[in-house]
Structures are given as C-alpha cells and as structure tokens.
C-alpha cells in the first residue's frame, strides 16, 4: 500500500497535471491576484465596494434580487435550511442520501440546526418527483444538488429538473439548490444560469473548484432572504475582517474561467469516450454530464495507485486517485477536467491510462 507521505511527494514533484487547473504555487496566484487588485479597496467585516462588486456580478449572471458572498459552503447551506426552516416553521429537508450535506459535513445542519433530514433516495441517480411525492409528511424545504458528485456527477434533465421545482412548488416546501458545480452544469441542461435560479428559492455557489478561487461561496437568492442570510453570517462567524485575496479570486474565477466551462465539458465528453475504449475500463456517465466524470477499471485499487505514484514519480506526471469502488475487484478515479486537462489530447490520456493498467497488473503478479 503507498503511504500518504509517498503519494504527497509524487504530486509535489510533478511537472505535469492531469486534472483540472493542476498544481499553480500559491505565490503565483497570489501574484496574479495582487494585479487584479488594482485600486480597489479591502473589505471589512463583510462590507465594502469589493464585495458589492462581485454580488452584483451574482445578481447579474443568476437574475436574483440579491447575493451575498460566505467565506466557505458549509456555511452557506446551513444558513440557507436554517432560513427556510424559521420562514415555514418546519424543521424538516428532504435531501439526497449521498449529497454533501449528509456525507461530507458531518452531520452539521443536523447537529448545529436540529434540522431534521427525510431521505428522498440512497440510490446512485438524481431525486424524482415520485421520491418527493413518497415523503408524505410536511417538509420546510428541498434541496437538490446539482450535480450530484457522490452518484458520479449525475445531473437531471431540465424536464426533470423543472417538474421536481413544481412538485416542490406545488406542496408548499422550499428548494434549495446546492450548486457548488452549477457553473459547469448549464452545459447539459441547456439553459442560462438565470432560468436554473429561477426554478428555486435559493441557490449556493462555490468559487474555489472550477473557478479556481483561493475559497469562498455564495447564496443568490430573494432579497429578504438574502437579508437573513447576512444575520446569519454574523452569527456564524462569517463576518471576517477582510476576505480580500478570496473576493479577488472569485472575481477572477468569474472573468477568466467561467467563459471557459463549455470548452472543458466538451472536452471531458472526448476524453470520457476515448478512455471507455481502453480495456477493462468503463466511464459514467457516459457521455459525462459536466467537465467531471469517473473512470472504473477492472483492478484492485492498491496495484492501481502504486502503479500511478510510481508513474508520477518517473513521469514527473500525476494523473489519477483511486479508490475501491462498489463491485468487488473494481476501482473508480475522478477525472475533472480544468485548464491543465486541455493541454492532454484524448489518445495521451487513453495511453497514460493503459500504461497505468498495465503495470498495475505487473505489481499483482509479484508475490506479497
């Protein structure tokens, strides 16, 4: 098994990344972001021209009343529950079994709220309206995360999309919309981000993954709503005393990649079908929904990594990370395509893939 400190000094030693925007030094980003700044002034505790500047980016490219800029996700979509938890006086989200909130936060809506989560569906596919139709009782609100990372970036289509909001709709209950990878989801959906918003009553943002942000987020949404959310924000400590680098980054995220997502989903939907050439590997979704997909492979994880940190470490080149997947025997790798991906043409990728493959097999035939 390779160590943690193994599979560190392979990535940091590389020259050249696979995934997203790769490996940039901070003092590079920083760099870029001191330029940027130009004249504009420092935030303080959550106000200034800087963040009103970027919130109104927001309200522009969503078509909301207002935003307001969070210093992290987690935040942002308690405050968000929590709102429309006190709005209809019900304590009660239904959710996704594999969404962020109840797989990656440990529990914190749940233990920081006493909010109260109903499971819609644990299966690896997106929320229907017969799911929501199956939780009788009454519910404060829905969330839907947009796409859903754990079920391998799975989104739902607009049709459906806009018949889950009306059913929502329709009951009473409230939708929230985690859309910390919306940006590279209207792609599929087919429509602006502004008719995606328009079907919920509230939207979170993220900065820091396709944006490539240093960190932040945001919550989009009515004006009062968005009103509460800054009360919010102060209770939690979400008021620091400047997020300037974080503002700077999101603006840039905003000017720089955004125009950019179509270009990297297109090209995970031409690496997604090359790869599922390969033998012994197979992609989902096939064709990937967004720039980010999953690649499986008819190997043990264990040979899988050592195969790859041994790659990294000749190559100077880090590519996957694997894990276990569900079926016995198979691993599964994310593969999320960024600035750095656009540089590897389909065939590169496939043969770097088929290499690791190859010489996985070559460490499982060694005796242990």
């Given amino acids: 098994m390779v ?21 940039p030094s901070m003092s590079d980003d920083l760099t870029a972001l001191a330029a940027l700044a130009g004249d504009r002034q420092r935030d303080t505790y959550g106000g200034g021209e800087l963040i009103d500047e970027l919130e109104g980016r927001l309200v522009e490219l969503f078509g909301t009343e207002a935003a307001v800029f969070l210093p992290s996700g ?12 006190e709005d209809g006086k ?19 809506v749940w233990e920081m709220h006493r909010l109260r989560p109903r499971f819609l569906t644990r299966e690896p596919r997106q929320p229907t309206v017969d799911d929501l139709a199956a939780v009788t009782e009454p519910l404060g609100s829905v969330t839907l995360e947009l796409p859903l990372r754990d079920a391998d970036f799975l989104l739902p289509t607009w049709d459906e999309l806009a018949a889950f909001a009306a059913a929502a709709k329709e009951r009473g209950t409230r939708l929230h919309i985690d859309g910390a990878r919306i940006w590279e989801s209207v792609a599929y959906l087919g429509h602006p981000l502004a008719e995606v918003a328009a079907l919920a009553d509230s939207t979170y943002v993220s900065f820091y993954k396709i944006l490539r942000g240093i960190s932040g987020s945001a919550l989009v949404g009515p004006a009062d709503f968005v009103a509460q959310a800054r009360r919010w924000q102060r209770r939690h400590g979400g008021t620091l005393v400047t997020q300037y680098p974080a503002l700077l980054g999101a603006l840039r995220g905003l000017e720089v990649h955004l125009p950019r997502v179509p270009a990297y989903v297109e090209h995970a939907r031409a690496l997604a079908a090359r790869l599922a050439e390969v033998p012994g590997v197979r992609v989902n979704p096939s064709p990937p929904h967004t720039n980010g997909f999953v690649v499986y492979v008819d190997r043990a994880a264990d040979d899988l990594d050592e195969a790859t940190v041994s790659y990294a470490e000749e190559r100077k080149t880090s590519t996957f990370s694997w894990s276990a ?7 599964r790798a994310e593969l999320h395509v960024g600035e750095a991906t656009m540089a590897w043409k389909p065939d590169d990728v496939a043969g770097v893939l088929t290499e690791i493959i190859d010489r996985a097999a070559t460490h499982a035939s060694r005796p242990r």
Avoid: C, K, Y
């Fill in 3 to 23: 160590s943690e400190q193994r599979r560190t000094a392979a990535r940091r030693g590389s020259e050249r990344f696979l995934q997203l925007h790769g490996q």
């Fill in 74 to 85: 987690t935040m942002a979509q308690q405050i968000a529950l929590r709102i429309w938890a």
């Fill in 90 to 108: 019900n304590d009660t989200v239904a959710l996704h079994g594999l969404s962020h909130l109840e797989i990656h936060e440990l529990g914190a």
């Fill in 325 to 331: 997947a569900a079926v016995p025997g198979w691993s």
